[in-house]
């Protein structure tokens, strides 16, 4: 499996603002969307396209349009934060959504909510979950995905833990992370460290 870690300086600047603690509710979320739009960009360099030709005023021009079944799946409910702006990059992708909610005191994730798009196998998946931490919830969307066929999956974090990656990659090992940072440690409560804090409650001024 391949962790790409995005290092562009305009994903950094917004994810230094995402760790910041004077930030405000406002700020937390248009910098979601920032580095969110460049992330999904990326990270959706590869999908499929196929050549078409255009009318121009003045001629004939070769392009390409995106030929893939793309569908987005946001993690309820952080993950929300990044679909919006997914779909204004592939306003023709589909949509999926998986609530998870980690436990409080086990950091276990269980699933609380499943709504999937139908033809799964021959699409192009790209789980959308801010914070990956002991990977739990990512493991667990993904091994709802193959249950309904998908195979052809990736996943697109914001902050990722060291040892949550591991994880995740031995039970995942064909699905690449793409996030702007990997942190080095989690804390007793099983928060990325330094990471940002809880990523949702952040988002929608919850605590
Ligand atoms: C957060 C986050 C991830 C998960 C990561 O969600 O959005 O889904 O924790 O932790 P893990 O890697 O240890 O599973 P949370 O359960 O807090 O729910 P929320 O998005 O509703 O706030
Ligand atoms: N979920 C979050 O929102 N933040 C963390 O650090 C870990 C899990």
Not at 181 to 200: R, S
Request: hydrophobic letters at 40%; proline letters at 5%.
């Amino acid at each position: 499996m391949a962790c790409y870690v995005n290092n562009h300086p305009l994903v950094q600047d917004a994810l230094s603002t995402l760790r910041r603690t004077t930030t405000t509710t406002e700020q937390f979320r248009k910098a979601t969307k920032r580095i969110s739009n460049l992330l999904i960009a990326e990270t959706t360099r590869n999908i499929r396209t196929v050549p078409i030709t255009v009318e121009t005023s003045l001629g004939i021009a070769d392009g390409f349009t995106i030929a893939s079944n793309v569908v987005f799946v946001p993690i309820l409910r952080a993950g929300l934060g990044m679909l919006d702006v997914a779909l204004e990059l592939i306003p023709t992708a589909r949509v999926g959504y998986i609530g998870l909610e980690r436990d409080e005191a086990t950091a276990t994730a269980a699933t609380y909510y499943t709504k999937l798009p139908n033809d799964l196998a021959s699409s192009q998946v790209f789980v959308l979950d801010p914070m990956l931490a002991t990977s739990g919830s990512a493991v667990s969307a993904i091994d709802i995905l193959r249950k309904v066929g998908a195979t052809d999956c990736h996943l697109i974090c914001i902050i990722a833990a060291k040892d949550g990656i591991k994880t995740f990659e031995n039970c995942h090992p064909n699905v690449p992370v793409y996030t702007s940072a990997v942190d080095p440690t989690l804390n007793e409560q099983q928060y990325i460290v330094p990471g940002l804090g809880d990523f949702g409650d952040k988002l929608y001024g919850t605590s």
